[in-house]
């Protein structure tokens, strides 16, 4: 068996010597170049940054391929790294598959954990952007070829770029952030495999302004050129631009498959009362109910969660919980506690262009101190009241998707929350103004189960929870509010 081994081993070093002896090493250089280019495209620009900087300065990225990418083959049991060493740079697995292990003497893992990384996908990124020490070890369980991408020679040939060097030194320094923050318990530890909240779509919003315009130029230009397709005429290209001036968090971008996409960022919260944290059974979430202006209510299914009049500075912070804490409900809550931190990514094509809706959502659990009254429905007004009441139409793409995301996680327990809605007219709720906007419509606040929540946001849940604001006098919700908020002001 040995002397198999080794036979194999000894072609496979007359094929990677012949390589480096290869014909193409006879070329012109920029001819050489741009085979080279040929080659690593189809992997490497499965990377939406690497496809950006191609569109850009594509004589720079040539030079990348040519000087900074090796292609490599490994025969089965071949070590690509092992835990405890220094990172070298990044590995894309062209054909075969990987076994990729993790074990406690090196890694944040309580016991051994193995995951088989095949073709398509990226290894040991973080070591583009950071000084990395592998955290797993790598085997190849079959013959393996990989494009292998050096972090020293990246960093010398974009150099040679000002606006590739700006978008690398920017990028890397909201991957590392990402990189440090991701610590147990808020956040899953790092791996060669993944880095939490360090995808694409996560770090774009980071960058500087004038690079997110660059981006979005880029976008709207390929966009421009498919204007004869059936789905992008004239008139929908300047909707699309319009979409793009709603606020910060909106980007038009190119994806890893060259497709136009417009790109979405939220933050929504989780709240449950600290003081429920031991009784699982009341295991309670404030939710927002609806909001009530101009003398009506409007019913309104969402978390809490970042709004227009958050910039995109305040978004990216570490503590935008809090800013959505204290902006949305003010002095009705105290001692804040963030206890976990997770991501969902929501897809859907508008008029022909794919839309994603990235969201972080954030388990806060919280003291409630709202020290008013709190208001009830009257049962006997429940089914025929129906008139002060309607469904308000939630921002696209963000509160209903939210809010049936996790609704769905939940389905078990819907003829559980059927039942708890017979008991809707003890549920108190609360009404808030936002201390950040005046005129902003008073905001409804109620703690409802997870039960609750996914009955209320199927479609006849949403009928019973426009019957169930018609029972609240909407003048009472403004007098109430008023004097409780002078009272607190006195």
């Not at 990989?146 to 990028?171: N, P, T």
């Not at 939710?287 to 202006?293: D, H, Q, S």
């Not at 998707?401 to 549920?427: H, P």
């Amino acid at each position: 068996m040995a002397q198999q081994q080794l036979h194999e081993r000894q072609k496979e070093k007359e094929i990677r010597s012949g390589a480096e002896t290869s014909p193409l090493h006879w070329l012109p250089t920029k001819t050489r170049q741009v085979l080279h280019f040929e080659m690593c495209s189809p992997h490497i620009l499965g990377h939406p940054l690497l496809r950006l900087w191609a569109s850009l300065d594509y004589s720079t990225v040539m030079k990348l391929c040519d000087q900074a990418i090796v292609y490599s083959v490994y025969l089965r049991a071949d070590d690509l790294f092992t835990a405890g060493n220094a990172a070298v740079g990044a590995y894309i697995i062209v054909s075969g598959s990987v076994n990729y292990v993790q074990t406690p003497e090196s890694s944040h893992v309580i016991c051994q954990r193995a995951a088989t990384i095949t073709e398509g996908l990226w290894l040991s990124e973080a070591a583009l952007w950071a000084h990395w020490i592998h955290v797993g070890t790598a085997e190849a369980m079959t013959t393996c070829k990989l494009l292998e991408i050096d972090a020293q020679q990246i960093a010398i040939v974009v150099k040679q770029s000002r606006l590739l060097q700006c978008f690398a030194v920017e990028y890397a320094k909201q991957f590392y952030a990402a990189l440090i923050e991701s610590q147990a318990p808020l956040i899953n530890w790092p791996s060669d495999i993944e880095v939490p909240f360090a995808k694409y779509e996560h770090l774009v919003f980071g960058l500087p302004r004038f690079l997110k315009s660059v981006m979005t130029s880029n976008a709207v230009a390929q966009l421009e050129m498919l204007h004869r397709d059936l789905f992008f005429d004239h008139f929908r290209i300047q909707k699309i631009k319009a979409k793009l001036n709603d606020g910060p968090h909106s980007l038009l971008i190119v994806n890893g498959g060259g497709e136009i996409e417009h790109l979405v960022r939220k933050t929504c919260l989780h709240v449950k009362q600290q003081s429920q944290i031991a009784r699982l059974e009341t295991n309670a979430r404030l939710v927002m109910i609806g909001t009530c202006k101009h003398s009506r209510n409007s019913a309104k299914l969402t978390f809490p969660g970042i709004d227009d009049f958050f910039s995109g500075e305040e978004e990216m912070k570490d503590d935008a919980w809090k800013l959505i804490l204290e902006r949305c409900l003010g002095a009705c809550v105290k001692e804040p506690c963030l206890v976990e931190k997770t991501c969902d990514v929501s897809h859907q094509r508008i008029e022909g262009l794919l839309t994603r809706t990235v969201t972080t959502i954030c388990s806060v659990h919280v003291q409630w101190m709202y020290s008013g009254d709190p208001h009830f429905a009257k049962p006997k007004n429940m089914k025929d009241r129906r008139g002060g009441v309607r469904m308000s139409t939630p921002k696209q793409g963000y509160e209903s998707d939210q809010i049936r995301s996790y609704a769905s996680a939940q389905l078990e327990s819907k003829e559980e929350g059927k039942s708890l809605i017979d008991n809707i007219a003890e549920i108190p709720v609360y009404p808030i103004w936002s201390p950040a906007l005046d005129e902003d419509p008073l905001h409804l606040y109620a703690w409802l189960s997870d039960a609750q929540i996914c009955y209320f946001s199927g479609a006849a849940g949403e009928s019973r929870l426009s019957s169930w604001l018609s029972c609240f006098d909407p003048d009472e919700f403004m007098e109430r509010t008023r004097a409780f908020q002078s009272t607190n002001s006195t």
